[in-house]
């Protein structure tokens, strides 16, 4: 067994859900950062526990057949991709074997047939939150994503994950916030984008001057892109120039809608694979004019109003009163009458006690902590003939699967892996469940 600190050869046996190389050494478990399975590379230990130790494949001495070359150069470094060095099928591939194993493993029988859904893997990423920090001695203001498992920020000149419209100023922001009468006091930028254009809103922990607005406002006009401020939470982002600001959308074509969004509204990162997931996910219900349905988690109305063009009754619950709003007013700028949201939180304790009355079809879209609770509600009080869970997190899908298969009474029938995180190892998947007879 080598020392703890001496750099030794090792064959990778394995892969973690999070992307690192797995190998046993005298008994004990490695996590090896940048290795691939079936790799043989030179372990750089870098810490450990009782249970397990980490460390850094220092070399490659025999690289895997599936190993290229990463498009990003901060790759390795940047905690925004953990997967460029492994080629693209096979991302999708090991995605596909983290919702399974997940799902097997809770004793969930899966269908033979998996649908995989994805598009285009580079310049999708229309949601983004850089980081940014003055470190003098790295020569001033530093903007881009955290460090793989450190808080440092990543000084990038160009990604290629993100939305074209930032990548080609992603390295102009750290001269514009040095020139601000407070460039030690912006900690971050989100970045949103819809069809209609992009927004960034600096956050700043001291008040801005006027100078510094106009500065802002000539870089958004330079750039054309849509400029906004964040004094406190994000209820105070607002426009740079209120009166001629637009508000940002996105469409579902195959649906006409328009869904639009404030610049702290949560929408899904890659907008082509949400029209392929929220596409699937109604023909899999597939509602008639009859149909009443019920959208948990419904945020905008993104699976609520393409449901609604289909079903004669759609219901969306939220907790989130802001987007329950917005919902409803994505419902009337489109010219859906047949929608109604609600506000009401479907993690607390009272939710044993709601009944949502009768729905034929139901949709269910949570957050990574899942959605146990909501789900034994609906199984106990509405039973609906199909229910489609959309998932970002395969731990949970796989908890709340053994659910609906067991006590719940539903049989898993169609599953289907996302790859809405390309060159990342989240994974998003959708699984329709039809009411055992």
Not at 381 to 406: E, Q
Request: aromatic residues 8%.
């Amino acid at each position: 067994m080598p020392k703890p600190r001496e750099p030794f050869e090792a064959r990778i046996e394995g892969f973690t859900h999070d992307g690192r190389g797995v190998i046993r050494v005298g008994g004990k478990v490695w996590f090896v950062e940048g290795a691939l399975p079936d790799e043989r590379v030179v372990v750089r230990p870098v810490r450990g526990t009782r249970s397990y130790s980490l460390g850094v494949a220092e070399s490659i001495l025999e690289p895997s057949v599936s190993r290229v070359t990463p498009r990003c150069a901060a790759f390795g470094v940047c905690g925004g991709c953990a997967l460029q060095h492994l080629e693209y099928p096979k991302q999708l591939s090991f995605k596909k074997t983290n919702v399974v194993e997940n799902l097997e493993v809770a004793g969930v029988t899966v269908p033979e047939e998996i649908l995989e859904l994805q598009a285009r893997p580079w310049a999708y990423r229309r949601r983004a939150r850089l980081g940014a920090r003055m470190v003098p001695k790295k020569g001033g203001v530093l903007v881009g994503f955290r460090e793989r498992r450190k808080s440092f920020i990543t000084p990038l000149a160009s990604c290629p994950v993100i939305h074209p419209s930032v990548d080609q100023v992603l390295g102009k922001i750290a001269g514009l916030i040095s020139q601000l009468t407070i460039p030690d006091r912006i900690p971050q930028i989100e970045v949103a984008a819809g069809e209609n254009g992009t927004a960034l809103v600096f956050r700043h922990l001291s008040p801005l001057t006027e100078g510094d607005r106009r500065m802002l406002r000539g870089f958004g006009a330079e750039e054309q892109l849509l400029i906004y401020t964040q004094e406190k939470g994000p209820e105070t982002a607002v426009p740079l120039d209120p009166g001629t600001t637009p508000e940002l959308f996105y469409t579902l074509k195959a649906f006409d809608l328009d869904i639009w969004f404030s610049v702290t509204h949560f929408i899904q990162v890659n907008g082509a694979v949400n029209e392929l997931i929220v596409e699937l996910a109604v023909d899999w219900l597939a509602p008639r004019e009859d149909s009443q349905v019920l959208d948990l988690f419904c945020g905008l109305g993104n699976f609520s109003l393409a449901l609604a063009r289909r079903a004669g009754r759609v219901l969306g619950i939220e907790g989130d009163s802001s987007l329950v709003k917005k919902a409803g007013e994505n419902a009337a700028a489109n010219g859906v009458a047949n929608a109604e949201f609600q506000a009401r939180d479907l993690f607390s304790d009272a939710v044993a006690d709601w009944n949502p009355g009768a729905f034929s079809h139901v949709l269910v879209d949570p957050p990574r902590s899942g959605a146990i609770e909501a789900l034994k509600t609906i199984c106990t009080k509405v039973a609906p003939d199909a229910l489609v869970y959309v998932s970002c997190n395969p731990a949970t899908l796989a908890r709340d699967a053994a659910y609906l298969t067991g006590p719940g009474g539903y049989q898993l029938t169609n599953l289907a892996v996302a790859d809405m995180f390309p060159h990342t190892t989240h994974v998003e998947s959708a699984a329709l469940f039809v009411r055992a007879t």
